[in-house]
């Protein structure tokens, strides 16, 4: 029986990917900064799941967190993170712009940097660690979110490689379109929608169990000599390199 950590495992994608886990029998932690969402998401899920909670850009949360957390890790995916410009006002002045850019670059990167270098020393031989970008990291238009998710692939590359040498593989998952998710936060219009979705080739938006589907793969032995890549899941709207 594998221990899994998930971040940000209490809706959307993290939810699906914490579910499909439980589901093949797996032991799930689920972590994020809403307690009572977690342990809501923790109930619905089953048993095999367990909720901590916890700020994963918090360096002092995360290092509180770490006796509620498994002495060993077989997979840990690095989901947490979200665009933190939805729903701001436009930042006012240097001092302003500094604060957007440093909330996505939090968000998105300093959480999985922090928590996989928290869990490092109980990474399992054999094991997985799967981050979680976005198509924003590939196209223009999205500002600070899109630079934090590359980052997210850039430091992937060096992650893998120090994996290596312990039979760890360390990829990313870069989503497209998707949706059932709280990204948004409300702000998805009709038109919006119809436009990114008229830009795949299947014709329909993501959904978070396809995001899921591609972490349990990444984290299976058929898996095992992939590492240090992107995998794009995006319907065919943008060609993966």
Do not use: C
Request: hydrophobic fraction near 45%; glycine fraction near 14%.
């Amino acid at each position: 029986m594998r221990q899994i950590v998930v971040t940000g495992g209490g809706t959307g994608i993290g939810r699906a990917i914490a579910g499909s886990f439980a589901a093949q029998g797996d032991q799930v932690v689920i972590t994020g900064r809403r307690k009572d969402v977690l342990e809501r998401t923790a109930a619905e899920l089953g048993p095999g799941v367990t909720a901590v909670a916890f700020d994963a850009t918090d360096p002092g949360q995360v290092e509180a967190a770490l006796d509620a957390l498994p002495a060993q890790v077989d997979v840990l995916v690095n989901n947490a993170g979200g665009n933190t410009d939805i729903g701001a006002p436009a930042p006012a002045g240097l001092a302003g712009l500094a604060a957007a850019w440093r909330a996505n670059l939090d968000a998105n990167v300093l959480s999985a940097v922090l928590v996989t270098a928290a869990l490092r020393p109980r990474l399992a031989a054999g094991g997985a660690v799967v981050s979680v970008s976005s198509i924003a990291a590939h196209r223009g238009g999205s500002g600070s979110y899109g630079a934090a998710k590359a980052a997210v692939e850039v430091w992937n590359l060096t992650l893998a490689q120090d994996l290596g040498k312990d039979r760890i593989t360390a990829n990313v998952v870069a989503p497209g379109f998707v949706e059932d998710t709280e990204f948004f936060g409300g702000a998805m219009t009709e038109q919006r929608r119809a436009a990114l979705i008229a830009q795949t080739s299947t014709g329909r938006a993501g959904t978070p169990a396809d995001i899921a589907g591609t972490v349990l793969f990444l984290a299976s032995p058929a898996a095992g000599h992939l590492t240090g890549q992107t995998l794009h899941v995006n319907g065919g709207s943008l060609a993966g390199r």
